[in-house]
């Protein structure tokens, strides 16, 4: 079966600051194995980007090292209303974190959300962290300001429930559920162990879960939430949360194909179709990847590219497997293979 490249509105390439958990080159050659032909990168690595001169020190690493295209995200903090309207150009969106996650970068102070808000210029596809009461929160700040939020890692029965109310009222927002908060719950915490169970959203209750596949509908996107901590830090005492993600969301979302969970339709629009539309991306027509989706076989991290060395869904029973890829008329993976050097994926927002 060909479907069009997948698109990965989300994930963290760890460079610069933490290339021992991942870099440009093992996140994109995950990426590529995964059936990912675009990934767009969020901005809380070491040092964080968050103007023009850290943009351009991930951007080299990316260019560089990028095995597939890209996009980078610039993170809103305390001093850099300023820097949007001439970054504008130049990168895949904002990112808002308003939670508690991995880094520094969390904005507490409303009066600082609002600042932002004025400062968006119109297009800029604004990439927002919030949950519980904080996703009412901004949800309501979108509204006044009449920018379109995109919600990330939509985790709750209770956000998802509220993201539709706002949907039926038309106010400008989209959401995104990650593979494992669908395929995940507390109910797996003790199997997979604690430490290793720690991610931001937490995972929810299996409740939350079922109410997620109830309103597949509400849900825009598939976005993996690629972060990649090694295992020597997440059976620490201090566990950094986060999941490898990018080799395992289409085999089980393909398996949930398979167990009629969802149509081919539903998943094409979530991984490639919608991602395009929320965050301006062209069409790349020489660009798909072939799937052989009767292939049954079992996640072992061993076997991922990826350089972070474990994964929550270790030793699960999938069936679908990414068989070819083709980014802009060249085979880049095949047969478990990459076909493709370093630096051959594109910058998709050059200045
Ligand atoms: C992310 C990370 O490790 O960078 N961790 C996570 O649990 N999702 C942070 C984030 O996505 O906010
Ligand atoms: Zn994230």
Redesign the pocket.
């Known amino acids: 079966m060909r479907l069009p490249g997948l698109i990965d509105v989300h994930v ?1 390439m760890r460079e610069p600051g933490a290339i021992h958990k991942e870099d440009w080159d093992s996140g994109t050659a995950a990426a590529l194995a995964g059936g990912f032909t675009t990934v767009l990168a ?1 901005p ?1 690595t070491n040092p964080p980007v968050t103007d023009a001169a850290g943009l351009a020190v991930a951007l080299r690493a990316a260019t560089i090292k990028a095995r597939c295209d890209f996009g980078l995200f610039v993170g809103a903090g305390p001093d850099n209303t300023d820097q949007w309207a001439h970054l504008k150009t130049q990168i895949a969106g904002v990112k808002l ?1 308003l939670d508690q ?3 520094s970068m969390r904005l507490d102070d409303m009066t600082l959300w609002m600042d932002h808000f004025k400062a968006f210029p119109e297009a800029l596809p604004i990439a927002v ?1 919030a949950e519980g009461r904080t996703l009412a929160a901004v949800i309501l700040m979108a509204d006044l300001f009449q920018h379109p939020i995109h919600l990330c ?1 939509v985790s709750r029965r209770e956000e998802i429930l509220l993201i539709r109310q706002a949907k039926d009222k038309g106010l400008p927002v989209t959401c995104e559920v990650s593979p494992h908060h669908l395929f995940l719950s507390t109910a797996d915490i003790q199997r997979i162990g604690s430490g290793r169970s ?3 959203p937490c995972l929810a209750a299996p409740e939350d879960q079922a109410a997620l596949w109830e309103h597949l509908e509400i849900i825009d996107v598939f976005a993996t ?1 690629h ?1 990649p ?1 090694t295992l020597t830090e997440k059976d620490s005492d201090t566990p ?4 490898p993600g990018l080799e395992t969301a289409l085999p089980l979302l393909l398996t949930a194909l398979h167990e009629d969970k969802l149509t081919i339709d539903d998943l094409v629009a979530r991984l490639h179709t919608n991602p395009r539309r929320i965050f301006n991306l062209s069409e790349q027509p020489d660009t798909y990847i072939e799937v052989d989706e009767s292939a049954s076989w079992e996640i072992e991290a061993q076997h991922a590219f990826t350089r972070c060395g474990w994964t929550p869904f270790e030793g699960r029973a999938v069936r679908g497997k990414v068989a070819k890829v083709v980014l802009r008329g060249r085979t880049v993976f095949e047969n478990g293979h990459l076909k493709t050097l370093p630096g051959s994926g594109r910058n998709l927002f050059p200045a």
């Open positions: 963290h969020m809380n974190y996650t991995f880094g962290h890692h720690e991610v931001r939430d972060a901590h950094p949360p986060g999941f």
